[in-house]
């Protein structure tokens, strides 16, 4: 007798995004809001953007960091 296995698999996250981005679109081509699609499309690029946004934040306050530190150590001595 053989046994059947069944596999699940579950992608999470994003799937709010891109529900509210679904409700844009059709606000948007229903003509109930006129924004630019920039904005309709925002549920789907902007998570990308904020991280970026951070992480190059991040990037640039360590990079002061280690300036600051190489600058100190020049005057240290």
Do not use: N, Q, R, Y
């Not at 698999?9 to 409700?23: A, D, Q, S």
């Not at 990037?59 to 240290?76: C, K, Y």
């Amino acid at each position: 007798m053989s046994k059947t296995e069944k596999t699940v698999v579950h992608v999470g996250g994003g799937g709010g995004l891109f529900t509210l981005f679904l409700v844009f679109l059709v606000l948007k081509l229903t003509g109930v809001i006129a924004w630019s699609w920039w904005w309709v499309t925002a549920p789907l690029w902007g998570p990308f953007a904020l991280v970026a946004v951070i992480g190059g934040g991040v990037v640039a306050v360590m990079g002061l960091a280690l300036l600051g530190t190489f600058i100190w150590s020049l005057f240290d001595k």
